[in-house]
């Protein structure tokens, strides 16, 4: 526009009144004197000028200053310094400010997406969109809350399990203090020793060394807790441009407005949106417990001895002599037969293993750089 200015300047100081005479009634000598003595020149320094003469009774013709103009071009500075109005913000190259209501945003650079509102919530699924940001951009959750697995281990002893034998020891005296021997019973009928002098008695068994405990294991995993619900909101819509790389943009309560793309990327270079988060909106779950294993049983018998009078075992009185090494004192030499009543094991196994293994690793992931305007 400034050429053009000049251009209309040029026109406008080029040309002169060809009505100019001379009224004194010289010759035409005088006359194209008088005339080329009027004439327009161009002054190579301040430009060109319009200026017109008039004519003395002489013939001889002088200079109106009051009559000279000057042509300045709309949004030219003239010589006072001030600048003419007639020039619009389109002609200086300024831009509008956005409206009210409206916010001067950032752009988003190729590749990404956006601008829009970030938006979290405190818990749940990422927020849904609404009112001037209707249109649901990328949203996720920037982690998990994942604890370990919970694994507690068990041994399971096995039923039906009965000691074999019992071994019985004979005392001198009622309260068995001295050993004088022993003998061992099955559950077939067998010799009871009980002679002169030998009152008391005591019995326990041997148990088995095969007894093995089944593992089992109670594992539980904890719900995730995914951390930090955001969406990014997207207007309908993007307003006017704002200058540069920007647009106006509805105006929320929110100020931060992020840009996103796909995957673990770095924030664009030379960016106002330089506040990196990662989203994901899936999530592996490998936690689990390790194998839970038992150890060496620990078995104990159960059961009796039982001493029949006689040497049949069955025929008149009898005695129970538990199996846990207790004493039964005061017995006659009456009694000379027994045989051994088993009842099933019981025991224990230590347990051991059930490790918590595993862990949780964020899928799907998605990019937001953000910033506040």
């Given amino acids: 526009m400034r050429r053009l200015g000049l251009l209309a300047l040029f026109a406008a100081t ?34 060109p000028t319009s200026t017109t003469s008039t004519t003395s009774p002489s013939g001889t013709t002088t200079p109106d200053s009051s009559a000279t103009t000057s042509t300045t071009a709309p949004g030219s500075t003239d010589e006072t310094g001030a600048t003419d109005p007639g020039m619009t913000t389109s002609e200086t190259g300024d831009v509008p400010a956005c409206e009210g209501g409206e916010r001067c945003v950032e752009s988003a650079p190729d590749g990404w997406t956006g601008p829009g509102l970030r938006i979290t919530a405190e818990s749940g699924p990422p927020p849904e969109c609404g009112m001037t940001y209707s249109i ?12 370990p697995a919970q694994c507690e281990c068990s041994c399971e002893f096995p039923t039906n399990i009965e000691c074999a034998d019992a071994q019985v020891t004979y005392y001198s005296g009622n309260t068995c203090n001295t050993p004088e021997g022993g003998n061992t019973l099955d559950n077939a009928c067998g010799t009871f020793f009980i002679g002169q002098g030998i009152n008391s008695v005591t019995a326990n068994a041997t148990p088995p060394d095969d007894v093995s405990c089944t593992p089992s294991l109670d594992e539980t995993i904890p719900p995730l807790g995914p951390t930090e619900p955001t969406s ?9 441009s704002c200058g540069g790389d920007s647009t106006c943009l509805p105006e929320e309560d929110i100020s931060t407005y992020c840009i996103s793309a796909p995957g673990d990327v770095p924030c664009p ?44 075992c069955g025929v008149g009185n009898f005695i129970n002599v538990p199996i846990d090494n207790s004493c039964v004192g005061s017995i006659d030499d009456a009694f000379n037969s027994a045989r051994f009543f088993p009842d099933d094991a019981t025991g224990a196994c230590p347990s051991g293993g059930g490790v918590p293994d595993g862990d949780v690793t964020p899928m799907t992931p998605t990019t937001l750089c953000c910033a506040d305007f």
């Fill in 14 to 47: 080029a040309c002169f009144n060809p009505e100019d005479t001379d009224l004194t009634g010289t010759d035409s000598a005088e006359g194209a004197s008088s005339s080329s003595s009027g004439s327009t020149a161009a002054d190579p320094t301040n430009g």
């Fill in 136 to 147: 649901q951009g990328p949203g996720g959750f920037t982690g998990a809350a994942a604890p």
């Fill in 232 to 240: 990014v909101c997207l207007p309908e819509s993007l307003g006017r």
């Fill in 269 to 312: 270079a030379d960016s106002a949106y330089d506040a990196r988060t990662v989203l994901y909106t899936d999530f592996e779950d490998t936690r689990t417990c390790g194998a839970c294993q038992c150890g060496a049983a620990d078995v104990d018998c159960g059961g009796i001895v039982r001493a029949y009078e006689g040497s049949s």
